[in-house]
C-alpha cells in the first residue's frame, strides 16, 4: 500500500514539473539525461523535508517563465544593481558621481566614458556630452554640476570642458593637455615640449622627448595621455605606465622597451658585476680576446675584453652594452706571450704543492 501511494505521489509530482516549465526549456538547458536526474530526484527531496510536501512546484522552477524573452532588459536594469548601466548615487568603479551621461554617439546613458566603452563597440567623445540625466528625480537636462529639479550635486568636483563629475581630488584643467589633471595644481607643472604635466622636482632634472605622452606605453600598449593609471618617467625621457613599470622590475627587467636605456641608476649592480669577473677567469683559449661593443647607455662604441658575465664600456663604465661583431683573438706573438705565462703561472703552482709534501705535516700524512 505504501508503495502504491508514493509512486502515485511520485508520477503526480513529475506530472506538475512539466506542467510547471511552460516554455522552460528544462531538457534543452540540462540535456535529458539532467533533465530526468532532476525529476527523479525532486520527490525524494520533497519527502524528506516535509514542509516543502506542498509547496509550489515554482519554488525549485526559477527564473520566471518570460525570462529568456527580458534577458535583454533584466541585464540593463540590475547588472551590478543598477539602472541602466549602474544608475546610481555611488556612481561607478570609475568616479563618484550622481548622474548618468547622455552619449552622443549612441543616445544611451552611462554613469561614465569608461562604461561607456566597455559595453559598447564605439566610444563617447566626452567633449561632446551636452545632456545629464540626475540618478535622483531621472530629469534629463543641460549638463551642469547641480540638478534644476532637485538641487542634487551631481559631483563635488566639475569641469564644464571634459564633462567631467567626481570627488574632490584637487583636480584641474590643464589648457595644454586638453583634459583634467588631478593636483594640487601648484605641485605640477605642464612642460612645452614633452607636453605633458610633470612634477615639480622634474623640472630643469628630466630628459624632454617631443610629445612623450601622445605615444601608447611600449608594456601594454594602452594610452598614456587620457589614462587614469599614473605615468613613470624614465631616466631616458620615456614614459611607462606606473603599473607596468612595477611589473617590468619584478621580471628582472632594467632596460626601456624603446631605447635600451638602464631604468634607473644601476651603478650598484654594475660593482657587483665587477666583483663577479673579477673571481671568474676565462678559459685559456679566450684569455686576450676581445670584442666591438656598443653602449645602450652613453651610445659609445669601444672594443672592451670579452667575457661571458658581460662587457664593460670603456666610457661610462656600464654593462647595459650589446655587442657588434665576433671575437677578436689577438695576434698569434701575443697569443704565444699568453701561453707562456700561463705555463709559468702552472709551474709555479706544482712547485709550491711539492713544497707542502715536504713539510713536516705532510711527511707525517703521507706516512700514516
Known amino acids: 500500500m505504501h508503495c502504491v501511494k508514493y509512486n502515485e505521489e511520485r508520477v503526480m509530482l513529475q506530472q506538475r514539473v512539466r506542467e510547471a516549465k511552460q516554455g522552460w526549456d528544462l531538457e534543452g538547458i540540462l540535456g535529458t539525461s539532467g533533465y530526468k536526474a532532476i525529476v527523479n530526484w525532486i520527490p525524494f527531496y520533497i519527502r524528506r523535508y516535509s514542509r516543502w510536501r506542498y509547496a509550489p512546484i515554482n519554488w525549485y522552477c526559477n527564473p520566471p517563465i518570460n525570462a529568456r524573452k527580458k534577458k535583454t532588459e533584466t541585464t540593463k536594469k540590475k547588472k551590478n544593481g543598477r539602472k541602466e548601466k549602474m544608475a546610481s548615487p555611488a556612481g561607478c568603479e570609475h568616479y563618484t558621481r550622481s548622474c548618468l551621461l547622455k552619449a552622443p554617439c549612441c543616445g544611451k546613458l552611462y554613469v561614465c566614458r569608461l562604461c561607456h566603452d566597455a559595453e559598447e563597440n564605439h566610444q563617447m567623445d ?69 607636453n605633458l604635466c610633470l612634477a615639480q622636482d622634474l623640472r630643469g632634472n628630466h630628459k624632454c622627448v617631443e610629445n612623450v605622452s601622445r605615444q601608447n606605453c611600449p608594456v601594454c600598449m594602452e594610452d598614456i595621455h587620457t589614462s587614469r593609471i599614473g605615468a613613470h618617467v624614465l631616466p631616458c625621457g620615456h614614459l611607462l605606465h606606473k603599473t607596468c613599470f612595477d611589473d617590468m622590475i619584478r621580471t628582472g627587467a632594467y632596460r626601456c622597451p624603446l631605447c635600451m636605456h638602464s631604468a634607473w641608476q644601476m651603478e650598484d649592480h654594475w660593482d657587483e658585476i665587477d666583483k663577479e669577473i673579477a673571481q671568474s677567469p676565462m678559459p685559456t683559449e679566450y684569455q686576450g680576446a676581445t670584442v666591438k661593443i656598443i653602449c645602450n647607455d652613453c651610445q659609445a662604441h669601444c672594443t672592451v675584453p670579452f667575457h661571458v658575465l658581460g662587457m664593460k664600456c670603456s666610457g661610462c663604465g656600464s654593462y647595459n652594452t650589446a655587442q657588434n661583431g665576433g671575437l677578436i683573438q689577438p695576434p698569434p706573438q701575443q697569443q704565444t706571450e699568453l701561453d707562456n705565462e700561463n705555463e709559468a703561472e702552472t709551474d709555479t703552482e706544482a712547485g709550491g704543492g711539492w713544497s707542502l709534501s715536504q713539510h713536516p705535516l705532510g711527511e707525517m700524512q703521507s706516512t700514516s
Not at 534644476?148 to 563635488?156: A, L, V
Not at 595644481?185 to 615640449?193: G, Q, T
Open 126 to 194: 566626452r567633449f561632446k556630452v551636452r545632456e545629464v540625466q540626475c540618478s535622483s528625480c531621472e530629469t534629463v537636462q543641460q549638463a551642469q554640476q547641480t540638478c534644476q529639479e532637485c538641487h542634487m550635486q551631481f559631483g563635488e568636483y566639475y569641469c564644464d570642458i571634459c564633462h567631467l563629475f567626481d570627488k574632490d581630488k584637487k583636480q584641474y584643467h590643464c589648457q595644454p593637455c586638453g583634459i583634467c589633471r588631478i593636483g594640487p595644481r601648484e605641485k605640477y607643472f605642464h612642460c612645452e615640449k614633452c
